[in-house]
């Protein structure tokens, strides 16, 4: 419950605090090359703000299946991160407006609403579904860059992290149809 208050009280501040430099586009791309490092440094703040809000998903869950799967998500999308960082060796990520609204809407939905547990589990797995699709389309996208671009060893890492997400998005679905139809039954 901690985490929960503090993340939106994060998120408050963020929102208050961004300037207009923040808001201002960054110079578009001009080359492909260009466009796979912009979207990488995207995709590192959408990870790092997935990655804040998982906490507080662990703490809301109330399905011990659903609690370790936001645990491994934790970790997971920490190494994620961490290899974009490093393919890319960028100084700090960019602002991730797509995944900004994808956290207001799952904290509003699942953190901040009055459902009960097993509601509140489906849609926990219905907002991290949402985010992690949003994952696959951007991690998809820059590894067909990188395979363009002719960076193998990069293309091959960014294939694997859109084989995890794919994994944890399986795995979701699965417990989403158990969670469904034990509240169909009760």
Request: charged share 25%; net charge negative; proline share 3%.
């Amino acid at each position: 419950m901690r985490h929960t208050q503090a993340f939106i009280a994060c998120l408050r501040l963020e929102a208050s605090d961004r300037s207009r430099e923040d808001r201002k586009m960054t110079a578009a791309p001009r080359t492909l090359n260009d466009l796979y490092t912009a979207d990488m440094r995207d995709l590192w703040s959408a990870n790092d703000q997935m990655q804040r809000l998982m906490q507080a998903f662990v703490d809301k869950a109330t399905d011990p299946k659903l609690k370790q799967l936001f645990e491994r998500s934790v970790t997971g999308i920490g190494q994620h991160t961490q290899a974009l960082r490093a393919m890319i060796g960028a100084e700090s990520p960019s602002p991730c407006a797509g995944m900004q609204g994808l956290i207001r809407e799952a904290t509003q939905h699942a953190l901040e609403s009055d459902l009960p547990p097993h509601l509140r589990d489906l849609e926990l797995i219905t907002q991290y579904q949402r985010m992690s699709h949003y994952g696959l389309a951007g991690f998809g996208t820059v590894a067909a860059y990188a395979e363009a671009l002719g960076m193998t060893e990069e293309a091959n890492k960014l294939k694997s992290i859109v084989s995890d997400i794919y994994k944890a998005d399986e795995y979701s679905s699965h417990l989403a149809e158990s969670a469904q139809r034990a509240a169909a039954q009760g």
